[in-house]
């Protein structure tokens, strides 16, 4: 029984920046591949970044260069850092882990824009 639980969204301001958490609990200790994804209104869900556990990242062109993520790999916790935010970033954000044989998801946490 594994669950995952992100937190750090709230409202944010223009050209500022966040620090989204994601942790893993339960019979989970050997994911490969944790990611963020995002999902705006009437949007799809996509990539926002990705990392293995051996600290390989990924990015989306949009976020290149502006967000880190990073991850512990003892207490399978995943960090996603971002700055220079713009209205494009506003959206629910989604942590999951991938193991051998599965995929965890976490139920969102939210980003939104203070104009």
């Known amino acids: 029984q594994v669950q995952v639980v992100e937190s750090g969204g709230g409202l944010v301001q223009p050209g500022g920046s966040l620090r989204l958490s994601c942790a893993a609990s339960?019979?989970?200790?050997?994911?490969?591949?944790a990611s963020w994804h995002r999902q705006a209104p009437g949007k799809s869900r996509e990539l926002v970044a990705g990392?293995?556990?051996?600290?390989?990242?990924n990015y989306a062109d949009s976020v290149r260069g502006r967000s880190t993520i990073s991850r512990n790999l003892a207490t399978t916790t995943v960090t996603l850092e971002m700055n220079r935010l713009t209205p494009e970033d506003a959206a629910m954000y989604y942590c999951s882990f991938r193991t051998q044989d599965s995929e965890y998801w976490g139920q969102g946490t939210p980003v939104t824009f203070s104009s």
């Open positions: 990392i293995f556990s051996s600290g390989v990242t």
């Open positions: 339960g019979r989970m200790f050997d994911f490969y591949y």
